[in-house]
């Protein structure tokens, strides 16, 4: 049994204390976990109480990791795992942190693959096929992918691509016009027939606004 005789701040980004028992540094935490365990001086710890304390600002701080990575854009499930693996964190600190996050909604496969494609249509669409590599990179389920992928409509998608490039195809040829502008659509993934179609929707789409 040990008495803490001392709770001090350290120096630091991170909010943090040294606790000391019976007169000498014993363990650094976070202040949030002294805060949260009330913590005060002149309590008694047993060594089971140190090991929780440790356990528990473990927890914390793996928390803390995934909510600041989290606090740019929304992950995958797969992109949190690996991002805390490399900080260090693993079994099962990080299981429960991966819990906590998915009970409280910052964790969600199916969010993080809407948000994936809806972020893909508005700046840069591509096809099926492609947006299916990136989230399968991302380490999203099949299923989730299925699932989602299924409420993308690929000849609009493939329409508002050709519409991004298109205004600086405007002095062409056809045959330039359809070359470069397939050539364009075909790095995005999009297969021939829609390819053809949009192509070609696009250049009478041009020539009618041209003629009026």
Known sequence: MSTITGIKKVKGREKRVKVYLDGKPALGLLAETALQEGLRVGQEITESNLDGLENRDLYQR??????RFLGYRPRSETEVRQRLQKHGFDGECLEKTLVRLKEQGLVDDITFARFWIDNREAFSPRSKRLTKMELRRKGLSSDVIEQVIGEVDERDSAYRAALK?????ANCEYQDF???LGDY???RGFNYGIIKEITERIWKEQ???NSQ
């Not at 490039?165 to 195809?169: D, E, I, N, V």
Request: proline share 5%; hydrophobic share 35%.
């Open 207 to 209: 020539k009618t606004q």
């Open 178 to 180: 359809r070359r470069r």
């Open 185 to 187: 659509l075909g790095r």
């Open 165 to 169: 490039k298109a205004p600086r195809l």
């Open 62 to 67: 793996c928390l803390n990791a995934a909510i």
